[in-house]
Protein backbone atom coordinates (compact mmCIF):
# COMPACT_ATOMS: atom_id res chain seq x y z
CA UNK A 1 0.00 0.00 0.00
CA UNK A 2 1.34 3.01 -0.81
CA UNK A 3 1.51 5.75 1.64
CA UNK A 4 -0.64 8.95 1.46
CA UNK A 5 1.16 12.64 0.39
CA UNK A 6 0.11 15.56 0.72
CA UNK A 7 0.51 18.72 -1.82
CA UNK A 8 3.63 20.94 -0.68
CA UNK A 9 2.23 24.70 -0.56
CA UNK A 10 3.18 26.68 -3.84
CA UNK A 11 3.66 30.34 -4.39
CA UNK A 12 3.70 32.86 -6.61
CA UNK A 13 6.78 32.72 -8.64
CA UNK A 14 8.64 36.41 -8.27
CA UNK A 15 9.50 38.34 -10.86
CA UNK A 16 13.38 38.19 -12.14
CA UNK A 17 14.75 35.25 -9.55
CA UNK A 18 18.14 34.26 -10.70
CA UNK A 19 18.90 30.57 -11.78
CA UNK A 20 21.35 28.60 -10.10
CA UNK A 21 23.44 26.73 -11.89
CA UNK A 22 26.95 25.68 -12.16
CA UNK A 23 29.68 28.71 -13.63
CA UNK A 24 30.38 27.15 -17.20
CA UNK A 25 34.05 26.98 -18.28
CA UNK A 26 35.65 29.97 -20.62
CA UNK A 27 35.41 29.20 -23.87
CA UNK A 28 39.17 29.89 -24.19
CA UNK A 29 42.27 29.20 -21.26
CA UNK A 30 45.68 30.45 -21.78
CA UNK A 31 48.43 28.70 -20.45
CA UNK A 32 48.87 30.62 -17.38
CA UNK A 33 45.36 30.04 -16.36
CA UNK A 34 43.99 27.80 -13.51
CA UNK A 35 43.90 24.18 -14.47
CA UNK A 36 40.90 23.86 -12.63
CA UNK A 37 39.30 25.94 -15.21
CA UNK A 38 39.95 22.50 -17.63
CA UNK A 39 38.79 19.84 -14.97
CA UNK A 40 36.53 17.64 -15.74
CA UNK A 41 35.07 17.48 -11.98
CA UNK A 42 32.86 14.73 -11.29
CA UNK A 43 30.91 16.03 -8.79
CA UNK A 44 29.53 18.35 -11.90
CA UNK A 45 29.77 15.73 -14.51
CA UNK A 46 28.69 12.43 -14.36
CA UNK A 47 31.67 10.06 -15.38
CA UNK A 48 30.98 7.65 -18.26
CA UNK A 49 31.42 3.99 -17.04
CA UNK A 50 31.66 0.50 -18.47
CA UNK A 51 32.05 -3.16 -16.81
CA UNK A 52 34.69 -5.34 -17.93
CA UNK A 53 31.88 -7.70 -19.50
CA UNK A 54 30.67 -5.53 -22.15
CA UNK A 55 31.72 -5.78 -25.79
CA UNK A 56 34.53 -3.41 -27.47
CA UNK A 57 31.04 -2.74 -29.62
CA UNK A 58 28.90 -1.50 -26.87
CA UNK A 59 31.69 0.48 -25.49
CA UNK A 60 32.09 2.19 -28.85
CA UNK A 61 28.31 2.98 -29.19
CA UNK A 62 27.89 3.78 -25.49
CA UNK A 63 31.25 6.44 -26.39
CA UNK A 64 29.63 7.67 -28.99
CA UNK A 65 26.38 8.20 -27.36
CA UNK A 66 27.86 10.48 -24.80
CA UNK A 67 30.37 12.58 -26.87
CA UNK A 68 33.77 11.07 -25.20
CA UNK A 69 36.55 8.92 -26.62
CA UNK A 70 36.86 7.45 -22.59
CA UNK A 71 34.79 5.51 -20.25
CA UNK A 72 35.81 4.35 -16.89
CA UNK A 73 35.80 0.85 -16.45
CA UNK A 74 34.23 -0.61 -12.91
CA UNK A 75 34.12 -3.74 -10.97
CA UNK A 76 30.78 -4.98 -9.18
CA UNK A 77 31.08 -2.73 -6.86
CA UNK A 78 31.47 0.54 -8.44
CA UNK A 79 35.20 0.90 -7.57
CA UNK A 80 37.31 1.64 -10.95
CA UNK A 81 39.87 -0.74 -12.39
CA UNK A 82 40.65 0.42 -15.40
CA UNK A 83 40.30 2.47 -18.41
CA UNK A 84 39.45 1.95 -21.97
CA UNK A 85 39.67 4.39 -24.75
CA UNK A 86 38.06 4.65 -28.32
CA UNK A 87 41.76 4.54 -29.82
CA UNK A 88 42.29 1.52 -28.46
CA UNK A 89 39.01 0.25 -29.31
CA UNK A 90 39.52 1.17 -33.42
CA UNK A 91 42.92 0.53 -33.38
CA UNK A 92 45.10 -2.80 -34.50
CA UNK A 93 44.81 -4.32 -30.96
CA UNK A 94 41.21 -5.99 -31.12
CA UNK A 95 42.44 -7.63 -34.35
CA UNK A 96 45.77 -9.25 -33.18
CA UNK A 97 43.28 -10.49 -29.89
CA UNK A 98 40.82 -11.96 -32.32
CA UNK A 99 43.64 -13.89 -33.94
CA UNK A 100 45.94 -14.52 -31.01
CA UNK A 101 42.93 -16.36 -29.31
CA UNK A 102 40.80 -17.16 -31.76
CA UNK A 103 37.95 -14.96 -31.33
CA UNK A 104 35.29 -13.12 -33.33
CA UNK A 105 35.52 -9.49 -33.48
CA UNK A 106 32.29 -9.31 -31.50
CA UNK A 107 33.40 -11.28 -28.47
CA UNK A 108 36.31 -9.15 -27.32
CA UNK A 109 34.67 -7.67 -23.96
CA UNK A 110 36.31 -4.45 -22.72
CA UNK A 111 38.14 -6.12 -19.92
CA UNK A 112 40.10 -8.15 -22.60
CA UNK A 113 41.08 -4.57 -24.30
CA UNK A 114 41.26 -2.39 -21.32
CA UNK A 115 44.27 -0.25 -19.60
CA UNK A 116 44.35 -2.11 -16.03
CA UNK A 117 44.58 -0.31 -12.76
CA UNK A 118 48.12 -1.17 -12.18
CA UNK A 119 49.34 0.81 -15.28
CA UNK A 120 47.47 4.09 -14.76
CA UNK A 121 49.18 7.04 -13.51
CA UNK A 122 47.08 9.64 -11.54
CA UNK A 123 47.36 12.88 -10.31
CA UNK A 124 46.20 14.01 -6.59
CA UNK A 125 43.64 16.54 -6.48
CA UNK A 126 45.19 18.43 -3.05
CA UNK A 127 48.63 18.93 -5.34
CA UNK A 128 46.65 20.94 -8.46
CA UNK A 129 45.46 23.66 -6.17
CA UNK A 130 48.08 26.27 -7.46
CA UNK A 131 48.43 24.18 -10.67
CA UNK A 132 48.06 25.64 -14.29
CA UNK A 133 46.69 24.92 -17.41
CA UNK A 134 50.63 24.43 -18.81
CA UNK A 135 51.24 22.17 -16.08
CA UNK A 136 48.48 19.59 -17.28
CA UNK A 137 49.72 20.22 -20.92
CA UNK A 138 53.64 19.06 -19.43
CA UNK A 139 51.99 16.45 -17.54
CA UNK A 140 50.18 14.92 -20.50
CA UNK A 141 52.98 15.64 -22.88
CA UNK A 142 55.58 13.84 -20.38
CA UNK A 143 52.72 10.82 -19.88
CA UNK A 144 52.30 10.93 -23.84
CA UNK A 145 48.84 10.25 -22.88
CA UNK A 146 45.36 11.52 -23.36
CA UNK A 147 43.83 11.34 -20.55
CA UNK A 148 45.01 11.78 -16.67
CA UNK A 149 42.52 10.84 -13.73
CA UNK A 150 42.39 12.81 -10.70
CA UNK A 151 41.93 11.29 -7.09
CA UNK A 152 40.73 13.06 -3.91
CA UNK A 153 41.88 11.15 -0.79
CA UNK A 154 40.85 7.66 -2.26
CA UNK A 155 38.35 8.47 -4.57
CA UNK A 156 38.32 9.12 -8.57
CA UNK A 157 37.53 12.71 -8.35
CA UNK A 158 37.57 13.87 -11.89
CA UNK A 159 39.87 14.25 -14.77
CA UNK A 160 41.77 16.26 -17.22
CA UNK A 161 41.08 15.75 -21.08
CA UNK A 162 43.77 17.08 -23.97
CA UNK A 163 40.69 17.13 -26.47
CA UNK A 164 38.92 19.36 -24.12
CA UNK A 165 42.08 21.32 -22.99
CA UNK A 166 42.52 21.61 -26.66
CA UNK A 167 39.10 22.94 -27.41
CA UNK A 168 39.77 25.72 -24.62
CA UNK A 169 42.87 26.93 -25.50
CA UNK A 170 41.72 27.00 -29.25
CA UNK A 171 44.42 24.26 -30.58
CA UNK A 172 45.27 20.98 -30.44
CA UNK A 173 48.62 20.52 -28.26
CA UNK A 174 49.07 17.56 -28.69
CA UNK A 175 49.90 17.64 -32.42
CA UNK A 176 51.99 20.49 -31.63
CA UNK A 177 54.30 18.86 -28.76
CA UNK A 178 54.27 15.17 -29.08
CA UNK A 179 56.98 13.45 -31.86
CA UNK A 180 55.71 10.87 -34.13
CA UNK A 181 56.60 7.24 -32.74
CA UNK A 182 55.77 5.53 -36.39
CA UNK A 183 55.64 6.20 -40.07
CA UNK A 184 51.59 5.83 -39.69
CA UNK A 185 51.71 8.93 -37.09
CA UNK A 186 53.85 10.70 -39.42
CA UNK A 187 51.30 10.14 -42.39
CA UNK A 188 49.04 11.20 -40.55
CA UNK A 189 50.41 14.32 -38.85
CA UNK A 190 51.69 15.01 -42.46
CA UNK A 191 47.98 14.45 -44.29
Known amino acids: MQPAYTPRDCIPLQAKLAIECPEEPPELVHFHDSAMLVFTDFARVHPVTITTDRSIEYALQKMKNAGVRLLIVMDNKHRMIGLIRADQIMGDDPVRLAEDRQLDHSQITVGMLMLPQSDIQVLELNHL ?32 SASQISRQLGRNFLQEENPAHSLAEMVHTIG
Open 129 to 160: RDARVGHIVATLNQLEQKYVIVVDHGVVSGLF
